[in-house]
């Protein structure tokens, strides 16, 4: 049983927030007069931080500059293909680290890349195999690089790079090859790739593993779902039942059973774990990602982080749980580096059962300023607790334990690439985050890069009237930055359980990381429109408030659905908590006229009317979110997510994804990583590590598949 899958944390995939991104137009926010007087000038800086870097870098409070590049003048979106967009993103200060903390920047960075193939195999049993294949085709076909279909066969490899897999990243649906199967056979045997005749078959077949991962309650989730976590003929029952077997009643710091191995059927017909560890399922990668890490301890910041990664060392030699959680609280307790690194098996979204983790890695190097002024919001995290609307028995007496850093990604892989989060929050495991408290982290160089490639066609588009246009140019930004910085410090460490009700994900099975992400999502939604945000001087009026509940409704009720196909329901935990959060309200507020659906010209729009009385409906709806979890109500859970947060009206739908053709933004976006080089001298000995952007995806893929590929073909 994982504890961990329960308190999602990963809050935004930055893949795709089509209308809420498109609001962080923040040049003007540091134009208006009032900004400057009624905000503290550091909060300022941190609120507007990354959106500064274009307005020519007139922020006074901003401690580095890119000093590689002019923001103005770099290319942030490189391509564009199929849903998705490929950007860079910069590292701001990556100049003014010592070289030691770039050589731990850099070992820790080629650690998480080596294991790279850990995630391609974890997403589908037959990805490893068949990335060779286009890498083989890429470099070597000798034929005609042109025509349609060798457009078609570019199209099907970049978002089968894209994806890790053959499978969507977002949407799941395997991707169909828009050539004949003779094409791709001509490809194969021009170029001397190989390819099993039974996996052209699959791919070729949409009625095989058609999903990567299936919540489909109809069916069996475990067999219905393609990721290579569990043997063939396994089903989700057996699943629950091994380990509810492991599970041992009121111990207080379980272990995340499941989270590093494979399910499997043994030669006696029993269920039996094969662990990712040295030696075992996934050594061969395993071995050149500790190498790595064994050079970042040499050159760790401080004893608490070396400590981290010999502890994650140790974790990768023996697969043994207990030491994965001494590493989490190592890792929490290392607050004082500069440079920082997520890497593991972390995230359960690809596991229908949300045990199994998909090994990631981020590194990252903190922005001292920016965090520091996330404290306004830190220390009053009491405050917020006890002014929430919670039943008086599911409000926790004392939190404990936030920490929120913004920071500069340097590199990511695994899980974390090309798609990317743009706020973390870990560890996942419960009693960790209980005992000794969590780290929360905005991505703030991703969100910039974001920013800055995009547009405001969404706004354009799907506003009720100029005023909403207007209040998101103005506030949406910082809106949207708050509801991030609440979400993440207040939202998930707000409310208890009560006493003797099983953790979320054993009593609400399936239902707990959309109802959790909601939860956070409405304790957020719920102070934006609080007089106390003002007078903490985080924001100008409750105007932001305002924006926010705007770009939130107007996404939830509406624009989210272009991210779907025609016929589809919604299965992402986070669409489908925007949706039934957006809708409940919807209904609950329409005796009064809370929020009006008028349509114009054809067009649907959704406009609030009274901010007031949504507060207080997202402020009842987060009561009864709460309830639900502290009770461990899943008849409660269950019918709210499948009223409202499931089933799609095909008409509004099939006009929406009609007028999404107007925005010429792809709806998911996804990245290509900075390259670090190692500059030596006579001797062999590092005396710098440079920076580069490279501008090529399919050429960074390549690379990536010539010097990151450890594991065999099928594992
Ligand atoms: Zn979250």
């Not at 400057?36 to 941190?46: D, K, V």
């Not at 942030?76 to 490929?86: A, K, L, S, T, Y």
């Not at 609440?486 to 939202?491: A, K, P, T």
Request: negative net charge; contains cysteine; charged residues 25%.
């Amino acid at each position: 049983m994982v504890l961990g899958g329960i308190v999602a944390k990963r809050w935004i995939n930055v893949g795709g927030e089509p209308g809420k991104r498109d609001l962080r137009l923040g040049q003007v926010y540091i134009r208006p007069a009032e900004y400057r007087t009624t905000m503290p000038r550091p909060l300022l800086a941190l609120l507007i931080l990354p959106l500064l870097m274009s307005c020519g870098g007139n922020a006074p409070d901003k401690p580095v500059k890119n000093d590689v590049l002019a923001a103005d003048t770099f290319k942030w979106e490189v391509d564009q293909f199929g849903d998705v967009r490929v950007i860079r993103y910069t590292v701001p200060g990556w100049e003014q680290l010592t070289l030691q903390q770039k050589k731990l920047a850099y070992y820790l960075s080629m650690a998480g890349l080596s294991g790279r193939d850990i995630m391609w195999d974890q997403n589908y049993r037959y990805n490893l195999q068949v990335r060779r294949a286009l890498e083989k085709i890429l470099g070597d076909y000798k034929g005609e690089r042109a025509g349609a279909n060798w457009d078609a066969f570019m199209l099907y490899a970049k978002q089968i790079f894209f994806s890790n897999g053959i499978h969507h990243h977002y949407g799941m649906d395997k991707f169909t090859p828009g050539f004949p199967r003779e094409y791709l056979e001509q490809l194969i045997s021009g170029s001397g790739a190989a390819l099993d005749t039974k996996v052209v078959d699959i791919l070729f077949d949409p009625s095989v593993d058609a999903k990567k991962v299936s919540l489909d309650r109809d069916k069996d989730v475990v067999l219905a779902s393609a990721v290579n976590f569990y043997g063939d003929d396994i089903n989700a029952k057996e699943v629950e039942a091994f380990y509810k077997a492991k599970a041992q009643p009121g111990d207080t710091t379980p272990l995340s059973y499941g989270l590093n191995s494979k399910l499997v059927r043994g030669a006696d017909g029993k269920l039996k774990e094969e662990v990712w560890h040295i030696g075992g399922m996934y050594g061969a990668a395993l071995e050149e990602v500790v190498k790595w890490l064994q050079k970042a301890a040499e050159v760790a910041e401080n004893g608490q982080q070396r400590k981290a990664i010999e502890l994650l060392i140790e974790f990768y030699r023996t697969g043994d749980l207990k030491t994965w959680d001494a590493f989490n609280i190592a890792w929490v307790q290392d607050t004082g580096g500069t440079v920082d690194f997520i890497q593991g098996f972390v995230e359960d979204y690809n596991d229908p059962l949300g045990k199994r983790g998909s090994f990631e890695s981020i590194v990252e190097v903190i922005d001292p300023v920016a965090t520091k002024n996330m404290e306004v919001i830190q220390k009053n995290a009491q405050w917020f607790e006890d002014h929430s609307p919670l039943l008086p028995e599911h409000k926790k007496k004392k939190v404990v334990g936030i920490t929120y850093s913004f920071i500069n990604a340097v590199n990511e892989a695994g899980d974390a690439a090309p798609s990317t989060p743009i706020g973390v929050n870990l560890p996942n495991a419960d009693w960790i985050r209980k005992v000794y408290g969590s780290k929360s982290i905005s991505l703030g160089n991703i969100i910039e890069a974001y920013d800055k490639s995009s547009g405001q066609g969404s706004l354009k588009e799907f506003c009720y009237d100029q005023a909403e246009i207007d209040r998101a140019v103005k506030y949406g930004s910082l809106g949207d930055n708050l509801h991030t910085a609440l979400h993440e410090v207040v939202g998930h460490a707000s409310g208890q359980l009560e006493p003797g009700v099983g953790n979320p994900d054993a009593t609400l099975k399936s239902y707990a990381s959309t109802l959790e992400e909601g939860r956070a999502d409405l304790v957020a939604l719920y102070f934006l429109m609080d007089p106390k945000m003002v007078e903490l001087g985080v924001m100008p009026s409750l105007e932001v408030g305002k924006a926010e509940y705007d770009s939130y409704i107007r996404n939830g009720l509406m624009v989210q659905l272009r991210r779907l196909k025609l016929g589809d329901q919604v299965e992402e935990a986070h669409m489908r908590n925007r949706q039934w959060v957006s809708a409940w309200a919807y209904e609950k507020g329409l005796p009064d006229s809370v929020i009006v659906k008028t349509v114009r010209d054809g067009k649907t729009y959704f406009h609030i009317r009274d901010y007031e009385k949504l507060r207080e409906i997202f402020g009842q709806l987060l009561r009864e979110v709460q309830r639900i979890k502290s009770q461990g109500d899943y008849q409660a859970g269950h019918d709210l997510v499948e009223n409202y947060g499931v089933k799609v009206d095909r008409a509004l739908h099939e006009e929406v994804l009609k007028r999404a053709e107007n925005i010429k933004t792809a709806p998911y976006a996804g990245f290509i990583q900075p390259n670090l080089v190692p500059v030596t001298d006579a001797n062999g000995e590092i005396t710098d590590i440079k920076i580069g952007y490279p501008e090529d995806f399919i050429g960074q893929m390549l690379d990536y598949g010539k010097r990151f590929s450890f594991l065999p073909d099928t594992n």
